[in-house]
């Protein structure tokens, strides 16, 4: 007799609450008040080991089970709150008589990939700095190396979108997947900082193989009309992964280490590569051209969508990183405690996978996406305009939700008009260089304010005067744009 997938995830989750309950009351109580410090190294590492065996579960329930995916997102913040997965369960045992197991979703195992992809970036920003400064790095070499991934980043972008067109979308997230779970082991022999630069580069560009190829793997298995909703569920683990990456990372690695949170995130990449090569290698993908979007000899074609897509992708990137640097400089003018900073992140995050997952998410088929997306950068640009104008707590919180908003108009606009205007044969250089952009994006939004010399309001001004601009320029430019970049 089969076991059901949701008695599996009940088990893990049972056992991961318990841990950290351990963890927090027995622990935690026995390092800081009777001073036995490896109470909580060795709790923590148990904690770890279980949360990745929950993690495992969590998947393999999605994947198996036809549910709304409001419950693993459920399952996956249970795991942050003491006795959340005990109340959880009483849930999940209703849903285990109600819920059969279907066919393994394929579509899912893309989602989950995509979200490891940005867990492991979302992971690092509460880490790495401190990590670099434990191993001797200067405050110059600590900038270096957090800018240095998206530089390398950038690079397995656009080589990603070349390979993806030549050897398929599955070979390259196959090499993505087992060449950063490997990348993310080494961080266990990072000993001085040289080291910790050679692990970055190499992190950065193979982690870039993975997105590409799997964006264009989920839009090549897509109906036409349906390219939008599924774009926006993609998003959702987008968000997912910016709301729970530095959370897990951050707990983790103060009871545990820095090294041991990339093992974590290591074993889930090794998880999703197991599943690929059994599940993903089975699917049959076939290559249809869409005529007037591109011809494969020459070229991929930048017409007006793919401009747009692309412009959309950097100042997306570009905002998050203004918002990154600004922000936490804003709230602490403000006399605010820093920790108000990441609520603040969270909330947008948890506004756009709200506008994901709901029935919201049909508007991106029935709308133009050239619409969708100036209505995103607009919102987005409004909402920096006015923040610097927010001094509650409430009114910091709804600017952040109008991003929120923003984001999720955004995200999917850019992606419908990339997946529109190119074809199938040629979709994975686009995504390459779709990516690059992003990453490209991350570097300028900080670099540049910090380059301009602005005042926290200035720079909030700055980036939302651009945003504006850019969606004066979704809405009405572009239309007679046309360049080539050739293979």
């Known amino acids: 007799?089969?076991?059901?997938?949701?008695?599996?995830?009940?088990?893990?989750?049972?056992?991961?609450?318990?841990?950290?309950?351990?963890?927090?009351?027995?622990?935690?109580?026995?390092?800081?008040?009777?001073?036995?410090d490896q109470a909580v190294t060795v709790m923590g590492s148990i904690h770890g080991g279980v949360f990745i065996l929950y993690m495992a579960a969590i998947l393999y329930s999605a994947l198996r089970v036809k549910w709304n995916i409001l419950w693993p997102a459920a399952a996956l913040a249970a795991a942050f709150v003491p006795f959340g997965n005990f109340i959880l369960d009483w849930q999940l045992k209703k849903a285990q008589a109600k819920y059969a197991v279907t066919t393994f979703n394929v579509a899912l195992l893309v989602y989950s990939i995509v979200f490891f992809s940005f867990f492991d970036l979302f992971a690092q920003l509460p880490v790495m700095s401190t990590f670099a400064a434990s191993v001797g790095a200067s405050s110059f070499v600590v900038g270096f190396v957090i800018g240095l991934y998206s530089l390398s980043n950038t690079l397995g972008n656009i080589m990603s979108g070349i390979l993806t067109d030549k050897v398929g979308p599955f070979k390259m997230l196959m090499a993505g997947l087992l060449l950063s779970s490997g990348a993310l082991l080494l961080y266990h022999f990072v000993d001085r900082p040289g080291l910790l630069i050679a692990v970055r580069i190499l992190h950065g560009f193979v982690a870039g193989l993975i997105v590409p190829a799997a964006f264009t793997y989920s839009a090549n298995t897509t109906a036409g009309d349906q390219q939008g909703r599924k774009v926006a569920f993609t998003g959702t683990f987008v968000g997912l992964a910016a709301i729970i990456g530095p959370a897990f990372s951050g707990i983790t690695a103060s009871k545990t280490s820095v090294p041991f949170v990339f093992t974590c995130v290591s074993a889930l990449g090794l998880l999703l590569a197991l599943l690929s090569a059994v599940f993903l290698g089975k699917q049959k993908l076939e290559k249809k051209s869409n005529g007037d979007?591109?011809?494969?000899?020459?070229?991929?074609?930048?017409?007006?969508?793919?401009?747009?897509?692309?412009?959309?992708?950097?100042?997306?990137?570009?905002?998050?990183?203004?918002?990154?640097?600004?922000?936490?400089?804003?709230?602490?003018?403000?006399?605010?405690?820093?920790?108000?900073?990441?609520?603040?992140?969270?909330?947008?995050?948890?506004?756009?996978?709200?506008?994901?997952?709901?029935?919201?998410?049909?508007?991106?088929?029935?709308?133009?996406?050239?619409?969708?997306?100036?209505?995103?950068?607009?919102?987005?640009?409004?909402?920096?305009?006015?923040?610097?104008?927010?001094?509650?707590?409430?009114?910091?919180?709804?600017?952040?939700?109008?991003?929120?908003?923003?984001?999720?108009?955004?995200?999917?606009?850019?992606?419908?008009?990339?997946?529109?205007?190119?074809?199938?044969?040629?979709?994975?250089?686009?995504?390459?260089?779709?990516?690059?952009?992003?990453?490209?994006?991350?570097?300028?939004?900080?670099?540049?304010?910090?380059?301009?010399?602005?005042?926290?309001?200035?720079?909030?001004?700055?980036?939302?005067?651009?945003l504006l601009l850019v969606a004066g320029f979704s809405a009405f430019g572009g239309q007679r744009k046309r360049a080539f970049i050739r293979q």
């Open 293 to 466: 979007a591109a011809d494969g000899r020459s070229g991929l074609k930048i017409n007006a969508g793919v401009a747009k897509a692309y412009a959309g992708a950097f100042f997306l990137m570009f905002s998050q990183g203004a918002i990154a640097y600004l922000l936490p400089l804003y709230v602490q003018s403000l006399g605010y405690d820093s920790r108000l900073s990441g609520t603040l992140m969270s909330t947008f995050g948890i506004v756009a996978v709200l506008l994901f997952v709901l029935p919201t998410n049909r508007l991106f088929d029935r709308a133009a996406p050239s619409v969708t997306m100036a209505i995103g950068v607009g919102l987005m640009g409004i909402s920096q305009l006015v923040i610097s104008q927010a001094a509650s707590t409430l009114a910091l919180y709804s600017v952040l939700g109008l991003y929120g908003v923003g984001f999720a108009f955004l995200f999917p606009s850019i992606n419908t008009l990339l997946i529109k205007a190119t074809p199938a044969e040629l979709r994975g250089k686009a995504y390459g260089y779709f990516y690059a952009f992003f990453s490209l994006g991350v570097v300028a939004g900080s670099s540049v304010l910090g380059w301009l010399t602005f005042g926290i309001v200035e720079g909030f001004r700055f980036t939302g005067i651009l």
């Open 1 to 36: 007799m089969r076991i059901h997938p949701i008695a599996i995830l009940r088990l893990a989750g049972l056992l991961d609450g318990l841990s950290l309950l351990l963890l927090l009351a027995v622990a935690m109580p026995l390092k800081y008040v009777w001073g036995m």
